[in-house]
């Protein structure tokens, strides 16, 4: 069962722009991290946030949290070409483990030069 | 390196037949995963192992099969009996279940039915 959905379905930007995607979810959840895929490739960790935390940064990555909406947003900031591919979001609802997260579909990001 | 390596990257199957996807990690990891992507969508769990001998469904486990004999392995069997077995499926790892862990992906396997 899929949990977290992300929007936009997808996102063009200018190199040097900052890009936001969102990530909702309907449950309650113990944490929420955020993923990475290049094309064709694997996903890549990024950054986890706790239901009690409400932003975390992380290089030009900046996630925040809102559990009373049942959202999250990733911010990346003076993005680079290289900052293209899809980003999603993983939820583990609240009271299990990480055996139970699910994914959402992703926000695929286009960094133009 | 540590990491998971999944083998094939790119098999094609005819229809009717059986195939393995191979994962095997280093990472001294004790549950593993198997995840399948369709394209431009998310992930949807199939099936993961906490431990050694143990496994569990996940939210699509018909059609397939798994093994967990060892630590460090953890072979698909796309059976004959999935109906749409085309897509792209990731292994991972965690060290644990424990709430919080991180997941760990390899590079994926793209399955082809023809």
């Known amino acids: 069962s899929q949990q977290g959905e992300e929007d936009p379905q997808a996102l063009s930007i200018q190199e040097g722009e900052n890009a936001t995607m969102n990530c909702s979810y309907k449950t309650s959840i113990n944490n929420l991290q955020w993923y990475r895929q290049n094309s064709g490739r694997g996903l890549v960790h990024l950054i986890l946030?706790?239901?009690?935390?409400r932003e975390k940064h992380s290089g030009r990555l900046r996630v925040t949290l809102d559990t009373s909406k049942k959202s999250s947003s990733l911010l990346i900031t003076a993005s680079r070409a290289a900052d293209t591919a899809s980003y999603f979001c993983?939820?583990?609802?609240?009271?299990?483990?990480?055996?139970?997260?699910?994914f959402g579909d992703g926000t695929t990001l286009t960094v133009k030069p | 390196d540590g990491g998971i390596t999944q083998s094939p990257k790119y098999l094609f199957r005819k229809e009717g037949q059986n195939v393995t996807l191979s994962c095997e990690q280093n990472l001294n990891h004790d549950a593993m995963y198997w995840y399948r992507q369709d394209p431009g969508q998310g992930l949807r769990l199939i099936y993961y192992?906490?431990?050694?001998?143990?496994?569990q469904k996940g939210d699509i486990a018909e059609g397939y099969s798994v093994s967990r004999e060892k630590k460090e392995s953890f072979p698909l069997t796309v059976t004959s009996a999935q109906k749409n077995p085309t897509a792209f499926y990731l292994c991972?790892?965690?060290?644990?279940?424990?709430?919080?862990?991180?997941?760990?992906f390899g590079e994926g396997s793209w399955l082809n039915v023809v």
């Open positions: 192992s906490q431990i050694v001998n143990d496994f």
């Open positions: 991972a790892s965690s060290p644990g279940t424990r709430s919080g862990n991180t997941i760990f």
């Open positions: 993983a939820t583990e609802p609240y009271n299990t483990n990480a055996g139970k997260s699910t």
């Open positions: 946030i706790r239901s009690n935390e």
